[in-house]
């Protein structure tokens, strides 16, 4: 079974405004962190938000936030006030402590920001 | 650097020879990783090395492939008689250790495996 999945494919957005893009996880550890990356073009793997199983809010970078339901196993990055410069591959990854803090990576959103 | 470096950043072989690809992590990170990205698809997790412990090789595709970490920072990944597939762009991670859960992975640029 897939730990972390990405339903969206791709996404399109209109530039100025909010995202919002879709990560769900499976695991039966209680301690366990989700991370989102953007992967630009050029390749790099850039590292956006963290939120943690214990954080009792919701995780925050500036336009980055993170929509955490652990009940429902869902983690949504949610990105405010698009930009062109968002065009990205986004990837939602989660660690988990028993299995060795093994990085699990999703399959990737891809969003394009339209000018 | 400040970063982490992976070399070659682009090779090009034919099928059936062995490529051998380094990673030099960022100074004090005891965890280093690789990955595996074929074009437009995700990562595909290939081997996680956590200071002097036996390292996590449940992602490692084939017997063809191997890695080894020599005095818990430079990493070699190391593809015997490298087939077409093997095609991909092949990342590697550092980080922190001690932090539980939390500690981000730090990647490089990646190194590029074109096989003939």
């Known amino acids: 079974a897939q730990k972390i999945t990405q339903t969206q494919p791709g996404m399109f957005v209109q530039e100025k405004e909010a995202v919002t893009l879709d990560c769900t996880y499976d695991?039966?550890?209680?301690?366990?962190?989700l991370f989102w990356y953007k992967q630009p073009s050029s390749g790099e793997m850039i590292f956006l938000i963290y939120?943690?199983?214990?954080?009792?809010q919701n995780a925050t970078e500036g336009r980055y936030s993170l929509n955490f339901q652990k009940a429902r196993k869902s983690a949504n990055l949610v990105i405010s006030a698009s930009q062109l410069g968002d065009s990205a591959m986004y990837f939602c990854a989660m660690r988990e402590v028993s299995y060795g803090q093994n990085f699990v990576f999703g399959p990737g959103t891809r969003l394009s920001v339209l000018p | 650097g400040a970063g982490v470096s992976q070399s070659p950043s682009n090779k090009v072989t034919e099928k059936g020879k062995d490529v051998e690809l380094r990673c030099d992590p960022i100074?004090?990170?005891?965890?280093l990783y690789w990955y595996r990205q074929s074009l437009g698809q995700g990562l595909e997790f290939l081997i996680y090395?956590?200071?002097?412990?036996?390292?996590?090789k449940s992602g490692l595709p084939s017997d063809r492939f191997s890695a080894e970490r020599t005095g818990g920072s430079v990493s070699t990944l190391t593809i015997q008689r490298t087939q077409q597939e093997d095609s991909a762009v092949y990342l590697c991670a550092s980080s922190l250790a001690g932090q539980g859960v939390a500690g981000e992975l730090f990647f490089g640029e990646g190194s590029r495996l074109t096989v003939l």
């Open positions: 090395f956590q200071g002097n412990s036996a390292p996590d």
């Open positions: 695991t039966s550890d209680p301690s366990y962190g």
């Open positions: 939120q943690g199983s214990y954080d009792q």
């Open positions: 100074s004090g990170h005891t965890a």
